[in-house]
Each structure stands twice: as structure tokens, then as C-alpha cells.
């Protein structure tokens, strides 16, 4: 009769850390023959390519729940690659600590979902130039289907070339969920930009360029190019660019301690592929650094891509002017909330200064949009009300909606009620009759910043606009260049918290 083999009691094997072979190679050094030696030594075979993974197989990894390969994918997509493993220590849920424990599966290049070998030349493994493409070969990419592939080649028929992945949102039928698990199966290889007929027929964004080519020029690119590319020294072309754009004079002093800046800015049609153009971040970045800026109610934004690119900006920049601020930057966060017309509001700010921040939203119809933020600090809650006006809006709306939040500060993009909005029931207009278009050649805006009259003890009688250092020869303007971040200037007060 057979046995069954069993483990001894006394043994005390610790469970294994993932669902990957307990048989894995260390390294490829040492016992491989000669054969196997192409592989690069520093990569180990089984380790899982962060670039490309999935969210199931970020969770076979020890101590990754859903939420946080959710997390993974999310700050992936909005940055467009992990460059590096440390890149991933920024992801939230994940952490030194939690790096360093998975630091031995993971990889940014070849890994286990990446590997050498026969799989390397299989349809499903290799990228698909969407450039060129036919029907069929779009096809073999899992979870793109005959219509879609169809609508993709016909786009690109109709209108040019892709200039970049993200242009392919632009097709019927494609949306973010399907965009986001069909990217790592897409791949732009042209040799040069074709901005031809595209730059002519694009829509435009106000504060200049079409969204894909002028944007994306300066953005950091997601796909590798050949060092005969002609943006191969994109990044030396940008800073060489950016050092002819001066910033204003830094006046530093220090605030007293207990006092913050709050501030409010209309970004005029913020979105990822805007957020992706390096002088754009920069030149936001910037000004909330010399400005001391702490947090941030902004207005006109599309998506929570864009807000989250900036805060990256900011937490780990890209740009040699950030990255090279004398000063701490702090850790910045934001809370993004979208409306169908894309025209979403949310909040920036440092979390060194504000560690709980709740936001909600509470009005959303034809005269406003509003979302409200508490802040808990130093045994003091109070509430920033964050206001866009619509076409319809009237005075008595808002007065309704103020009177029924009360919130410590009311701040917003208030261009539709009057050219006076200076009056609010109960509160004081820190600004009163300012004008927040950019150049006199723009639509006149008003933004501004209300505090409650019971708490005007609060305020330190110190606030201001904000006028220069919001251009960058990076940024289009119309047909030129050198145009404005935004079409409006940010508005800030200096408050006693």
C-alpha cells in the first residue's frame, strides 16, 4: 500500500510571499549555459513589469490588495510610464516600506509578462503601430473588435496620422476604461510628425494649439524613439526653451506661523493632454511656489488626470525649475470632482499644511456648479465653498446657496452674475472689482474670494493677484507661441488658521 507523504509537525516552513514558482532564478549569473546568456543580467526571469501589468497580476504580488493595483494603474496612466521601480514608492497605498518588499519581483522593462524568447515574436505580445495598422492586425489585440478597429483606421484615413496614443480617444466608440487596458497593446512608430491637415482641422483650445500636436510636443513622451528622431532631445530642446522664460523676482519672506494662502484659479480647460505639456505644469508649479500657495480651488478642469499630473509635478518634478526650488515643495494631493460639459472643479493642496481635507459635492445644475471642502486643522474645522457660474446664474442663487453652507471662505469663477460681485450677505470680498482675465484682449472674467464677516478677524488684510510669470514660450498661443497657462489670473488671500 502507498503512503502519503506528509510534513512534519516540527517544521516550520513560512508561507510562501506570493502566487509566483517557489522554483524562480535569483539571477541569471552562474549555472545558465552560454545560451541563455543574451538575457540581461540585472533582470531577473520571473519578475513582473510594473509598465504592463495588469490588475490581477499586480495582486499576485505580497502585500498589493485591488485598491492598491488600482492605485498603480491609475498614477500609470496619468504619468504614462514608471521610469523607474522607485517611481512606484508615489503611488498611494504603497510607500518605502512596501517598495522594498516587492522591490525583487518588479521591473520596468523586460519582465515576466515581457519575457525573451519564442513569446517575444507572438501578435499578442508585441505593441501595434496604430499609424499603420489595417483592420486586421487591430484586431489581434485582445478586446479591440472588428467595429472598432474599423472606426480606428477610418479616423486615421479621414484625418491623418495619430500624433499620439491619447489621440485615439478621439474615435467613436472609444472611451477611458477601454483606452487605459488597450494601451500597453499600442505603439507609435513614425519616423517624424505629420502635423499636416490635423493642425488645420483639430478643435482648438482657448488658450491656443490643437490639444494633440502643440501639446503634446513639449509633454515627456511614453513611447521609446530612435536617437535619429526629431524629438529625440526633446527634453534639452525644453529646458534650453524654458531658460529664456524669466520668472519674476522672488520676493521671499517667510509667513508667520499659523498663516496660510488660500487661493483660487479658473485653469480655462484643463485636461490630461493640456496637463501633459511640460511648460504648462511648470509654469503652475511655480507659481504656487512663489506665491506660497497652499491650497488651491480651481475651476475649468476636465479630468482628475490632469490635477494629478501637477501634483506629481510638484511631489517629484520633472521640470529642472521645480525640481531646483530652494525651498521645501511640501506633498501635495487633490480631489477632482467632473460635470458632464467636462468643465469639473477641484482642490490642490499640501498636505504638510492640510492633513484632512473631505470634499463633496452640492450643487450641479443649469445656474452652478459647487463643491464645498473641510478642513480639520489644529482642532479647528472649517469649510471652503468652490463656485462655478453658469450662463444662468443669478445673484439671489448664490446668495441662497452661500446662506445655506455658510462655509469660512467662498471662492470661485463668479463671471456671469455681474461686473460687481463684490457683495455677498454676510461675507467681505478680499478683492473687490477685480478684473482676472489674463490681457485686456481676453473675455473679462471675475474671480475672487469671499470671508465670512463673523471670522474677518481671521484675515490678515493681505492678498493679491497674480499677473506675471503665466506665460512660457512652451505654451501655444493661437498660432504663436509663449501664451498663457491659463486665460485667467489666480486670486489669493493670506488667512490666520
Same mark, same amino acid.
Given at each position: 500500500m502507498g503512503t502519503t507523504p506528509s510534513m512534519p509537525s516540527s517544521r516550520k516552513r513560512p508561507l510562501r510571499r506570493s502566487f509566483r514558482s517557489p522554483f524562480r532564478r535569483t539571477s541569471t549569473q552562474g549555472t545558465l549555459s552560454a545560451t541563455f546568456n543574451f538575457i540581461e543580467p540585472n533582470i531577473k526571469l520571473n519578475q513582473l513589469n510594473i509598465n504592463v501589468a495588469t490588475e490581477e497580476e499586480l495582486m499576485t504580488l505580497p502585500g498589493i490588495t485591488r485598491g492598491v493595483a488600482k492605485n498603480i494603474i491609475e498614477y500609470r496612466n496619468a504619468?504614462?510610464?514608471?521610469?523607474?521601480?522607485?517611481?512606484? %514608492?508615489?503611488?498611494?497605498?504603497?510607500?518605502a516600506d512596501k517598495l522594498d518588499e516587492i522591490r525583487p519581483e518588479i521591473c520596468?522593462?523586460?519582465?515576466r509578462n515581457q519575457s525573451s524568447g519564442s513569446s517575444e515574436g507572438s501578435p499578442e505580445s508585441l505593441p501595434v503601430d496604430i499609424n499603420k495598422a489595417n483592420v486586421f492586425e487591430l484586431m489581434t489585440i485582445r478586446g479591440l473588435g472588428q467595429e472598432? %478597429? %474599423?472606426?480606428?483606421?477610418?479616423?486615421?484615413e479621414r484625418r491623418g496620422d495619430f500624433f499620439n496614443i491619447s489621440d485615439i480617444l478621439k474615435v467613436k466608440g472609444m472611451d477611458e476604461t477601454k483606452f487605459n487596458y488597450l494601451k500597453p497593446r499600442l505603439?507609435?512608430?513614425?519616423?517624424?510628425?505629420?502635423?499636416?491637415?490635423?493642425?488645420?482641422?483639430?478643435?482648438?483650445i482657448p488658450n491656443g494649439g490643437a490639444v494633440s500636436d502643440f501639446y503634446s510636443f513639449f509633454r515627456n513622451s511614453d513611447t521609446p524613439r530612435k536617437e535619429t528622431s526629431p524629438v529625440a532631445c526633446q527634453g534639452d530642446l525644453y529646458e534650453l526653451v524654458s531658460?529664456?522664460?524669466?520668472?519674476?523676482?522672488?520676493?521671499?519672506?517667510?509667513?508667520?506661523?499659523?498663516?496660510?494662502r488660500f487661493a483660487t484659479w479658473n485653469l480655462t480647460d484643463m485636461c490630461h493632454q493640456k496637463a501633459a505639456n511640460t511648460a504648462v505644469r511648470e509654469t503652475f508649479c511655480l507659481t504656487l511656489l512663489e506665491n506660497r500657495i497652499s491650497f488651491v480651488a480651481v475651476q475649468g478642469v476636465q479630468d482628475s488626470f490632469s490635477l494629478h499630473m501637477i501634483c506629481s509635478e510638484l511631489n517629484a518634478p520633472s521640470c529642472r525649475k521645480v525640481s531646483q526650488w530652494p525651498e521645501e515643495r511640501g506633498s501635495w494631493e487633490?480631489?477632482?470632482?467632473?460635470?458632464?460639459?467636462?468643465?469639473?472643479l477641484g482642490f490642490i493642496y499640501d498636505?504638510?499644511?492640510?492633513?484632512?481635507?473631505? %470634499?463633496r459635492d452640492i450643487q450641479n445644475n443649469s445656474m452652478m456648479r459647487a463643491v464645498v471642502a473641510t478642513i480639520t486643522e489644529r482642532s479647528c474645522v472649517f469649510s471652503v465653498l468652490n463656485v462655478q457660474l453658469l450662463a444662468n446664474s443669478d445673484g439671489s442663487s448664490f446668495n441662497t446657496l452661500t446662506s445655506s453652507v455658510r462655509p469660512f471662505l467662498v471662492v470661485g469663477d463668479l463671471s456671469h452674475i455681474t461686473e460687481d460681485n463684490s457683495t455677498l450677505p454676510n461675507y467681505v470680498c478680499l478683492l473687490p472689482g477685480t478684473k482676472t482675465n489674463v490681457s485686456s484682449s481676453m473675455k473679462t472674467s471675475f474671480n475672487n474670494i469671499y470671508i465670512k464677516e463673523s471670522e474677518i478677524s481671521k484675515f490678515t488684510g493681505v492678498s493679491g493677484i497674480i499677473l506675471e510669470g503665466l506665460r512660457?514660450?512652451?505654451i501655444p498661443d493661437g498660432w504663436a507661441w509663449g501664451g498663457p497657462v491659463s486665460q485667467h489670473a489666480p486670486l489669493w488671500g493670506q488667512i490666520r488658521i
Open positions: 504619468i504614462g510610464k514608471f521610469n523607474k521601480v522607485e517611481d512606484l %514608492a508615489l503611488v498611494s497605498g504603497i510607500g520596468v522593462s523586460r519582465g472598432l %478597429a %474599423a472606426a480606428i483606421v477610418h479616423y486615421r505603439c507609435l512608430k513614425s519616423d517624424s510628425f505629420k502635423l499636416n491637415k490635423r493642425v488645420l482641422s483639430e478643435p482648438r531658460q529664456q522664460c524669466e520668472r519674476p523676482p522672488l520676493k521671499w519672506d517667510p509667513l508667520p506661523f499659523g498663516e496660510v487633490s480631489q477632482f470632482f467632473g460635470f458632464q460639459d467636462k468643465q469639473g498636505t504638510n499644511v492640510f492633513s484632512n481635507v473631505i %470634499a512660457h514660450l512652451a
